[in-house]
């Protein structure tokens, strides 16, 4: 594999969040070892998803067309009027024209950029000491009490707290 360089780094990679489009996308900045993947993380996090880019392109859209309006022809007021509908198409329907065009632009959208962000995460390291709530049987003591009849669980055993265990995970998969 090559080194990766800073303009890699930003591209976003991967336009789907199946494995087999991401596999060569991460494997690569695994590869290029714990600061591509800082590098990496803070370019995602600066990246634009497509519903922030067309909440912000319906906002300039409504402002040139109120200011055009204003200064050129009040026949401009259509701009906002036609814009607005757009925005009611967006938030209607799970495909919108402007989410369309932004993701024929390169865009992608939150869901694909928090996949890609979980991955790296996960690949730096951050959830390997997570507390899990429900222990895996062991089915070594399930068959010694068949045997014996004795007592499988460990009495002296402290059950974690539910809610600690959940803020924990919740704390480290929010940064």
Request: one cysteine or more; proline letters at 5%.
């Amino acid at each position: 594999m090559t080194p990766l360089e800073d303009k890699d780094l930003m591209t976003s990679g991967p336009y789907d969040c199946r494995p087999e489009d991401m596999t060569d996308h991460l494997a690569r900045l695994a590869a290029a070892g714990p600061e591509a993947i800082e590098k990496r993380l803070g370019w995602i996090n600066q990246e634009w998803s497509v519903g922030r880019a067309v909440k912000g392109g319906v906002a300039l859209l409504i402002l040139a067309g109120l200011a055009l309006s204003y200064f050129v022809s009040p026949w401009f007021l259509l701009l906002p009027l036609a814009t607005g509908l757009l925005l009611a198409q967006y938030l209607f329907s799970k495909r919108s024209v402007l989410g369309d065009l932004f993701c024929a632009l390169g865009l992608r959208t939150g869901e694909q950029i928090d996949c890609e962000k979980l991955a790296l995460r996960t690949l730096r390291g951050d959830f390997k000491h997570l507390p899990t709530v429900h222990e895996i049987e062991d089915r070594q003591p399930i068959e010694r009490l068949e045997d014996e009849g004795g007592i499988v669980v460990d009495p002296d055993y402290a059950k974690r707290d539910l809610r600690e265990a959940v803020r924990e995970v919740v704390d480290a998969t929010h940064k």
